[in-house]
């Protein structure tokens, strides 16, 4: 699963750019957006039992995003898991 996170997290960041979305905004819809296309996907991690891990690497990738793009925005980890 990491691996496979890992691989989305990269495709995203490629279109991010591939797509010159620069706005944390812009971003964000696209990255909320995706999920609301494909609630199957979440469904799917839910059922599996992969809450705890799936909501810690989700974070772990948001904060690695918003350091890269916004490095002078500093959250906690509860508000971008929020």
Same mark, same amino acid.
């Given at each position: @699963?990491?691996?496979? %996170?890992?691989?989305?997290?990269?495709?995203?960041? $490629?279109?991010?750019?591939?797509?010159?979305?620069?706005?944390?905004?812009?971003?964000?819809?696209?990255?909320?957006?995706?999920?609301?296309?494909?609630?199957?996907? @979440?469904?799917?991690? #839910?059922?599996?039992?992969?809450? $705890?891990?799936? #909501?810690? %690497?989700?974070?772990?990738?948001?904060?690695?995003?918003?350091?890269?793009?916004?490095? $002078?925005?500093?959250?906690? $980890?509860?508000?971008?898991?929020?």
């Amino acid at each position: @699963m990491k691996k496979f %996170l890992a691989n989305q997290y990269q495709k995203f960041t $490629d279109d991010i750019t591939a797509h010159k979305l620069k706005s944390l905004s812009e971003q964000l819809v696209v990255y909320l957006t995706f999920f609301q296309k494909n609630p199957e996907i @979440m469904k799917t991690l #839910l059922e599996a039992g992969f809450e $705890d891990g799936l #909501l810690n %690497l989700q974070t772990r990738y948001l904060k690695k995003l918003l350091k890269v793009y916004y490095p $002078d925005l500093h959250l906690t $980890d509860y508000a971008i898991a929020y």
